[in-house]
């Protein structure tokens, strides 16, 4: 007997049992479609993630400091910006400050720093002008504001020109930043940027609290990255727990490892759950052999060979397993459309997860269906027919 | 008279109760031709059924010889007498047998499903076969729509389908009233004179009579022609 006629003759018994079909499917519907959510879902945060990282720069090193023991002053500065792969480098002292304008008052992260912060942080202005080193030589009391700040303060207005209180100083602001949004609690779009000096000033401390470097190119940042940190090595013998030297890849690296464990994690939560679906396939389908021994046993009274029982029982399991992985895919894309589309997350919907998830299904029905139809299958037809 | 279609010798079949032995078949040897029409007659419990379906191949003897065409199907492994079944044996049973779930004429049909034939031809020589029992206007019927008569008219076109050189009945009556019975028998008769070999297996001496040739059955034991049992058996 051809496959195609076992097809269509499981079809036909999976027919005439809607109901208890439809339960059967039930289990691998929830598990197909939980597995295409959960997935989607984290790939979609990861892919954020990762775009966000992105658009920092990977060419990016951050040092970052701790305490007040490591004091890197200007000429250590330079010294690292002579290095050979740095193509720029930004040290950066930051805090929160208050912020008046008029009536307006408002909290606000400052962060004083160089002239290079535009390029190497990829900040660029979309009115007016960033910093210039002559600000810092001359203590500028001058401010690059970030666009929701510039909103808060200035609505509608244009702030270029205009004065602002901070810390109850006056500071003119200079520039107004182009938007980045807000991301991982870096920055975003409610800051401050003004010189060196001056934020030394405002945040009444020398320290510098972290230095941005700029490689010359993407693929050299791992040489870089140890260059820095054995020039740091020899200013400050003995001193490695005060600095921390990070490269933006290694953070890509760790973010994508993060995600990765966590759609693991969340489809393999979900694949158990498909695993319930089959054993669900497997116990009704070991309670249609015993129900319908009398059928098998006129199937091989006729001229059934263990074969066609077989794969009778076989493709049965696998028909509504596959069939329940197909409705499963739809209610997953559908349900994480709405999700997205209610909670507003990122979902990424991958064919490779669709497609995995679908062969998943028959693999299970396979695995599942076996056992049963090969029980149907070994069946004595003389007591299968005395079966009532 | 050519080779006989069916050829058994000695053959044994017991069953092991508990403690107990039932010999079911106790060295039974029987020759059946072909086109013949021969009824088995027993009492119950006398192992008529395991004759048939060690006849019908869904059994293999324990000892002894059985030759069907002159292949011996003590030799054969069970997808070969699946395939047996499935081209030389028609089988009628008492309870009819049909698949609740199929129409009429995919219960006709299923042998023929089993030995391959495409669909289109399938569907041609169940239709014939339906027609020669006389239920062409019922093929899309399910057998739960039918009377317990046509159920067993489709049975008999089932197994009619696939051509096969013998016709197996399980008292095929036994369900049914006299009059439907009378029916079916004459429709048997009919299939035997088309050149069909019959063998109807029977408790009502009444039908058996109406074979060409009646062997009784007793404790297992096969007795040609009835023999003297016809005269105890007046009460079957
Ligand atoms: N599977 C089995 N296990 C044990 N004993 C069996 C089995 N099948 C049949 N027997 C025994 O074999 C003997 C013959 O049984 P069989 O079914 O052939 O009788 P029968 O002539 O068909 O009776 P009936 O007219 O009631 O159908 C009986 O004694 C029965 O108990
Ligand atoms: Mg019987």
């Not at chain 1, 079909?21 to 945060?45: E, R, Y």
């Not at chain 2, 030799?75 to 079944?85: E, G, H």
């Amino acid at each position: 007997m051809g496959i195609w006629q076992s097809i269509k003759m499981a079809l036909r018994s999976i027919q005439s049992n809607k109901l208890r079909s439809a339960l059967t499917m039930l289990g691998m519907i929830i598990g197909v479609s939980s597995v295409i959510v959960l997935v989607s879902i984290a790939q979609g945060s990861a892919q954020n993630v990762t775009s966000r990282i992105n658009q920092l720069g990977t060419n990016l090193l951050t040092i970052n400091t701790f305490g007040t023991d490591l004091a890197l002053t200007e000429d250590k500065i330079n010294e690292l910006s002579k290095l050979n792969g740095v193509k720029a480098i930004s040290p950066v002292v930051s805090g929160r400050v208050n912020v008046k304008k008029d009536k307006t008052a408002s909290q606000v992260s400052v962060t004083g720093t160089n002239a290079a912060y535009s390029d190497v942080r990829d900040t660029k202005v979309k009115q007016g002008r960033f910093i210039t080193d002559l600000d810092i030589e001359y203590r500028q009391k001058i401010a690059v504001i970030g666009s929701e700040t510039a909103s808060t303060l200035f609505g509608a207005e244009n702030p270029v020109g205009q004065y602002i209180q901070i810390e109850g100083t006056s500071f003119k602001v200079v520039g107004v930043l182009a938007s980045k949004g807000s991301s991982m609690g870096q920055g975003g779009d409610n800051t401050i940027i003004v010189p060196l000096s001056t934020g030394q000033r405002l945040v009444k401390s020398t320290t510098i609290n972290q230095v941005y470097l700029q490689g010359k190119s993407e693929d050299q940042m791992d040489v870089v990255m140890n260059e820095v940190k054995l020039a740091l090595a020899g200013m400050y013998p003995n001193k490695s727990d005060s600095y921390s030297v990070t490269n933006q890849k290694d953070l890509m690296d760790t973010m994508s490892s993060v995600t990765n464990t966590m759609t693991m994690m969340l489809g393999g939560i979900a694949g158990i759950s498909l695993l319930v679906g089959g054993i669900g396939i497997m116990n009704i389908m070991l309670v249609s052999v015993s129900e319908r021994t009398k059928e098998i046993g006129i199937r091989k009274a006729i001229g059934a060979k263990r074969r066609d029982v077989l794969l009778q029982f076989l493709i049965e399991a696998v028909v509504l397993s596959g069939v329940g992985g197909l409705i499963g895919i739809l209610a997953g894309v559908g349900l994480g459309k709405m999700l997205s589309s209610l909670f507003s997350l990122t979902v990424s919907f991958t064919s490779s997860v669709m497609i995995g998830s679908f062969l998943f299904s028959l693999v299970v029905g396979v695995i599942f269906g076996v056992f049963p139809a090969n029980k149907a299958s070994k069946l004595n037809p003389i007591q299968a027919l005395r079966y009532e | 008279m050519g080779q006989p279609i069916i050829q058994i010798t000695n053959l044994m079949k017991t069953y092991k109760l508990g403690g107990e032995t039932v010999h079911a078949l106790n060295n039974v040897s029987i020759k059946i031709e072909k086109g013949e029409f021969l009824a088995i007659i027993g009492p119950s419990g006398s192992g008529k059924s395991t004759l048939m379906n060690m006849v019908g191949c869904l059994d293999r003897p324990q000892s002894g010889k059985y030759l069907l065409d002159g292949k011996d199907i003590g030799k054969m492994n069970d997808n070969q007498l699946a395939v047996i079944r499935n081209q030389k044996i028609g089988f009628i049973f008492q309870n009819f047998n049909l698949l609740t779930k199929l129409t009429a004429l995919e219960n006709v049909e299923l042998p023929l499903l089993y030995a391959g034939v495409p669909a289109k031809e399938r569907k041609a020589r169940a239709m014939e076969s339906l027609s020669k029992v006389g239920l062409k206007e019922r093929a899309g019927h399910l057998p739960t729509q039918l009377s317990g008569g046509q159920q067993q008219r489709v049975a008999i076109a089932r197994a009619l389908a696939g051509n096969p050189s013998i016709l197996l009945a399980d008292e095929p009556t036994g369900a049914l009233d006299s009059k439907t019975s009378k029916e079916i028998l004459s429709l048997m008769k009919e299939l035997n004179e088309l050149g069909h070999t019959i063998i109807l297996i029977t408790h009502d001496l009444a039908i058996a009579k109406q074979a060409g040739r009646m062997v009784s059955i007793q404790d297992g034991q096969l007795l040609e022609n009835g023999g003297e049992l016809i005269g105890n058996m007046a009460i079957y």
